[in-house]
C-alpha cells in the first residue's frame, strides 16, 4: 500500500516518537484523533507507567491517541484495530479483489464498535486499508 504523510502528521510522529521511544509505522488523523500505528513490540513501551507517555503526548498535540499494534497477519492486526471493543473473533476471507472481514464483538460492545454514524467503523477501515488490500469491513 502506498502512505503518504502531511507535514502535520510528519509532526505528530516525531513528537510521539521522542516523548515514547517507540517506532511509528503509520499515522492517521481523524478530527480530534490521531491514531499511531506502532512496529509490533512496541506498544508496551508505550503503555507503562499508566500510560504517562501517551497522556504527555496527548498533552503536546493536543488531540486524543489511539495506538494500535502492526501486524503483517491481517486477522491480528484487524483484532488489534478493535481491542478495545472485547473481540471475540475475527473471520478473514480472501478474495480475488482483497480481503472481506468480518469482527464478531461482544454484544453490548457492537453499536460502541460501530460509532456514532458509523465513525469507528470508518476509522477501522481506513487503518486496516493503508496496510492491507481491503475490500469490506463488517462489524457483528
Known amino acids: 500500500m502506498n502512505i503518504r504523510f502531511n507535514a502535520q502528521t510528519l509532526r505528530y ?22 491514531v499511531f500505528v506502532l512496529y ?7 503503555l507503562e507507567n499508566k500510560g504517562e507517555k501517551i497522556q504527555a503526548v496527548r498533552n503536546l498535540i493536543r488531540k486524543n491517541v489511539m495506538v494500535v499494534e502492526y ?10 484495530v478493535f481491542r478495545r471493543f472485547k473481540v471475540k473473533n475475527v473471520r478473514v476471507t480472501n478474495e480475488d479483489e482483497g480481503f472481506k472481514i468480518v469482527v464478531y464483538v461482544d454484544p453490548a460492545e457492537k453499536a ?15 487503518i ?5 488490500n481491503l475490500k ?3 462489524v457483528a
Open 13 to 34: 510522529i516525531s513528537i510521539f516518537e521522542a516523548v515514547t521511544g517507540a517506532e511509528v509505522k503509520d499515522c492517521i488523523e481523524e478530527d480530534n484523533l490521531v
Open 40 to 46: 509490533p513490540r512496541n506498544i508496551k513501551r508505550v
Open 71 to 80: 501486524s503483517q497477519d491481517v486477522a491480528k492486526f484487524t483484532k488489534n
Open 112 to 126: 460502541r464498535a460501530i460509532g456514532k454514524d458509523g465513525r469507528n467503523l470508518r476509522l477501522a477501515r481506513e
Open 128 to 132: 486496516i486499508g493503508r496496510h492491507f
Open 136 to 138: 469490506n469491513l463488517v
